[in-house]
């Protein structure tokens, strides 16, 4: 009986630990010239990184975005509204790219 309530205690203790793993930098996700690959980069990546990485790359992803459409302004609320809907998404599909995840919101706003 006393086992049994050490290892469930200690299963619990592990699946606390894992749900609550710190953030890491972007630098974990970069290759050996600090580059990030965007288009490989993934939803539970983009979930597990520093707020301030994950709206780095929300400018960033919305600056490539914008370029492709030959748009030359930024919706700084919209930006942020999006980045947000993203990291939602993300955090229930991690291991959808955030290219994918993205694209799959613009769609639904259209329909």
Known sequence: MKFS???SA?????IASIAKTEPMPLSTYTDAKGYLDVQAFTCGQLA???QE???MLAAWYSGWYNGL???HFAHVGRVKSGEHRVIVYCKAH???KVIQAIDLL????KN
């Not at 200690?10 to 592990?14: K, R």
């Not at 613009?106 to 706003?109: G, L, T």
């Open 69 to 71: 459409a030959k748009k």
């Open 48 to 50: 597990n990184t520093y």
């Open 53 to 55: 990485d994950a709206d």
């Open 106 to 109: 613009f769609k639904s706003e």
């Open 5 to 7: 309530i050490l290892l």
């Open 94 to 96: 991690p291991d959808v």
């Open 10 to 14: 200690s299963v619990l203790m592990c």
